[in-house]
Protein backbone atom coordinates (compact mmCIF):
# COMPACT_ATOMS: atom_id res chain seq x y z
CA UNK A 1 0.00 0.00 0.00
CA UNK A 2 2.93 2.48 0.63
CA UNK A 3 3.47 2.71 -3.25
CA UNK A 4 0.20 3.85 -3.64
CA UNK A 5 -0.38 6.37 -0.95
CA UNK A 6 2.44 8.24 0.19
CA UNK A 7 3.51 11.33 2.15
CA UNK A 8 5.95 13.04 3.69
CA UNK A 9 6.75 16.60 4.72
CA UNK A 10 10.29 18.07 5.10
CA UNK A 11 11.24 21.25 6.87
CA UNK A 12 13.54 23.38 5.32
CA UNK A 13 15.63 25.53 7.76
CA UNK A 14 18.42 28.34 6.57
CA UNK A 15 21.14 30.65 8.29
CA UNK A 16 22.12 33.64 7.03
CA UNK A 17 25.56 33.75 6.57
CA UNK A 18 26.48 37.01 6.51
CA UNK A 19 23.78 37.51 9.52
CA UNK A 20 24.58 37.79 13.08
CA UNK A 21 26.38 34.41 14.20
CA UNK A 22 24.30 32.01 17.15
CA UNK A 23 25.71 31.61 20.56
CA UNK A 24 28.27 28.80 20.05
CA UNK A 25 27.00 25.17 20.97
CA UNK A 26 29.82 23.16 22.63
CA UNK A 27 29.72 19.43 22.38
CA UNK A 28 29.87 17.93 25.89
CA UNK A 29 32.51 15.63 24.78
CA UNK A 30 36.18 16.22 24.17
CA UNK A 31 35.77 15.43 20.33
CA UNK A 32 38.01 17.12 17.52
CA UNK A 33 36.53 18.43 14.21
CA UNK A 34 37.57 17.54 11.09
CA UNK A 35 36.68 17.87 7.08
CA UNK A 36 38.32 14.99 5.41
CA UNK A 37 39.29 14.89 1.40
CA UNK A 38 39.23 11.46 -0.57
CA UNK A 39 42.73 10.80 1.05
CA UNK A 40 42.07 11.48 4.62
CA UNK A 41 38.78 9.24 4.13
CA UNK A 42 41.04 6.37 3.19
CA UNK A 43 43.67 6.56 5.96
CA UNK A 44 40.67 7.49 8.45
CA UNK A 45 40.82 4.82 10.98
CA UNK A 46 37.59 3.07 12.30
CA UNK A 47 34.96 3.15 9.35
CA UNK A 48 33.17 0.29 9.35
CA UNK A 49 30.58 1.68 11.45
CA UNK A 50 29.97 3.69 9.04
CA UNK A 51 26.97 2.11 6.82
CA UNK A 52 26.68 4.50 3.79
CA UNK A 53 30.46 4.60 3.15
CA UNK A 54 30.16 2.80 -0.09
CA UNK A 55 28.27 6.01 -1.14
CA UNK A 56 31.47 8.03 0.14
CA UNK A 57 33.65 7.93 -2.94
CA UNK A 58 31.60 9.11 -5.63
CA UNK A 59 30.44 12.30 -3.43
CA UNK A 60 34.43 12.58 -3.25
CA UNK A 61 34.59 12.81 -6.40
CA UNK A 62 31.72 15.23 -6.84
CA UNK A 63 33.49 17.59 -4.56
CA UNK A 64 31.39 17.09 -1.91
CA UNK A 65 32.88 18.04 1.80
CA UNK A 66 32.58 15.37 4.75
CA UNK A 67 33.00 17.03 8.07
CA UNK A 68 33.00 14.72 11.54
CA UNK A 69 33.26 15.09 14.94
CA UNK A 70 35.51 12.54 16.31
CA UNK A 71 37.26 10.89 19.87
CA UNK A 72 40.50 9.33 19.82
CA UNK A 73 40.19 8.70 15.98
CA UNK A 74 36.43 7.22 15.85
CA UNK A 75 34.04 9.67 13.59
CA UNK A 76 30.75 10.06 16.32
CA UNK A 77 28.81 11.81 14.32
CA UNK A 78 28.88 13.53 10.81
CA UNK A 79 27.17 15.75 7.89
CA UNK A 80 27.95 16.83 4.42
CA UNK A 81 28.32 19.29 2.41
CA UNK A 82 27.66 20.64 -0.94
CA UNK A 83 27.16 23.13 -3.41
CA UNK A 84 26.56 20.82 -5.90
CA UNK A 85 22.70 19.45 -6.66
CA UNK A 86 21.99 16.41 -4.76
CA UNK A 87 19.27 14.08 -4.67
CA UNK A 88 16.59 14.49 -1.96
CA UNK A 89 14.77 11.26 -1.99
CA UNK A 90 12.33 11.62 0.67
CA UNK A 91 10.13 13.97 -1.30
CA UNK A 92 12.06 13.11 -4.85
CA UNK A 93 13.26 15.84 -5.98
CA UNK A 94 16.87 17.24 -6.26
CA UNK A 95 18.19 20.51 -4.70
CA UNK A 96 20.58 22.68 -6.49
CA UNK A 97 22.71 24.97 -4.13
CA UNK A 98 22.69 28.66 -5.74
CA UNK A 99 26.34 29.92 -6.51
CA UNK A 100 26.46 31.42 -2.93
CA UNK A 101 24.80 28.35 -0.89
CA UNK A 102 25.81 25.52 0.43
CA UNK A 103 23.48 22.70 1.43
CA UNK A 104 23.96 20.32 4.45
CA UNK A 105 22.85 17.17 4.80
CA UNK A 106 23.34 13.04 5.31
CA UNK A 107 23.91 13.75 9.01
CA UNK A 108 24.12 11.39 11.50
CA UNK A 109 24.91 11.31 15.23
CA UNK A 110 25.85 7.08 16.25
CA UNK A 111 23.49 6.55 19.12
CA UNK A 112 25.49 6.03 21.96
CA UNK A 113 26.88 9.74 21.16
CA UNK A 114 23.45 11.38 20.95
CA UNK A 115 22.34 14.03 23.35
CA UNK A 116 25.88 15.13 23.70
CA UNK A 117 25.35 18.36 21.19
CA UNK A 118 27.52 17.31 19.00
CA UNK A 119 25.40 17.47 15.98
CA UNK A 120 24.48 21.35 16.52
CA UNK A 121 28.58 22.12 17.13
CA UNK A 122 29.40 20.05 14.00
CA UNK A 123 26.98 22.18 12.33
CA UNK A 124 28.32 25.69 14.02
CA UNK A 125 31.96 24.40 12.53
CA UNK A 126 30.39 24.07 9.17
CA UNK A 127 28.43 27.20 8.89
CA UNK A 128 31.54 29.31 10.00
CA UNK A 129 33.71 27.69 7.80
CA UNK A 130 30.78 28.96 4.90
CA UNK A 131 31.23 31.72 6.28
CA UNK A 132 35.13 31.81 5.93
CA UNK A 133 34.42 30.84 2.65
CA UNK A 134 32.33 34.00 1.69
CA UNK A 135 28.44 32.28 0.86
CA UNK A 136 25.70 33.83 1.59
CA UNK A 137 22.82 30.92 2.69
CA UNK A 138 23.08 27.66 4.40
CA UNK A 139 20.51 25.21 3.72
CA UNK A 140 19.52 21.92 5.33
CA UNK A 141 16.21 19.93 5.72
CA UNK A 142 14.77 17.78 8.16
CA UNK A 143 11.94 15.23 8.34
CA UNK A 144 8.85 17.03 10.35
CA UNK A 145 8.92 13.75 12.41
CA UNK A 146 12.25 14.35 13.25
CA UNK A 147 11.91 15.94 16.43
CA UNK A 148 15.71 15.52 17.48
CA UNK A 149 16.83 16.96 14.78
CA UNK A 150 14.88 19.77 14.47
CA UNK A 151 15.86 21.04 17.80
CA UNK A 152 19.76 20.28 16.46
CA UNK A 153 19.15 22.64 13.72
CA UNK A 154 18.04 25.21 15.52
CA UNK A 155 20.40 24.83 18.07
CA UNK A 156 23.07 25.29 15.73
CA UNK A 157 21.04 28.74 14.64
CA UNK A 158 18.71 27.50 11.84
CA UNK A 159 15.63 29.11 11.43
CA UNK A 160 12.51 27.08 10.07
CA UNK A 161 11.45 29.53 6.53
CA UNK A 162 9.14 26.71 4.49
CA UNK A 163 7.84 23.51 4.19
CA UNK A 164 7.23 21.02 1.87
CA UNK A 165 4.97 18.12 1.85
CA UNK A 166 4.85 15.68 -0.74
CA UNK A 167 2.30 13.30 -1.77
CA UNK A 168 2.44 10.20 -4.24
CA UNK A 169 -1.21 8.97 -4.63
CA UNK A 170 -1.02 6.32 -7.54
CA UNK A 171 1.96 7.25 -8.57
CA UNK A 172 1.37 10.80 -9.23
CA UNK A 173 3.69 13.33 -7.62
CA UNK A 174 1.89 16.43 -5.99
CA UNK A 175 3.83 18.94 -3.81
CA UNK A 176 2.64 21.38 -1.61
CA UNK A 177 4.54 24.79 -0.19
CA UNK A 178 3.76 26.22 2.81
CA UNK A 179 4.28 29.34 3.37
CA UNK A 180 4.73 30.10 -0.51
CA UNK A 181 7.53 32.00 -1.38
CA UNK A 182 9.01 34.65 -4.20
CA UNK A 183 12.04 33.28 -6.34
CA UNK A 184 14.52 34.88 -4.37
CA UNK A 185 13.63 33.44 -1.06
CA UNK A 186 12.81 29.90 -1.98
CA UNK A 187 15.31 27.22 -3.05
CA UNK A 188 15.78 25.34 -6.09
CA UNK A 189 13.82 21.99 -6.02
CA UNK A 190 13.74 20.09 -9.25
CA UNK A 191 11.16 17.82 -9.53
CA UNK A 192 12.14 14.19 -10.45
Known amino acids: MGWLL??????LFEVDLKGAVAAACSARLAVEYRRLDADAWVAQRHTSHIPDRPLFPARFARGEQFWTAQHEDKILSYCWATQEP??????RCIISPRGDEVYLYDAFTFAEYRGQNLYPALLQCILSASRQHGLRRALIFVLSDNIASIRGVQKAGFREFQRVTYRNIFGFARYAYRPLLNASAGVDLLHV
Open 86 to 91: VDIGEI
Open 6 to 11: AQKTLC
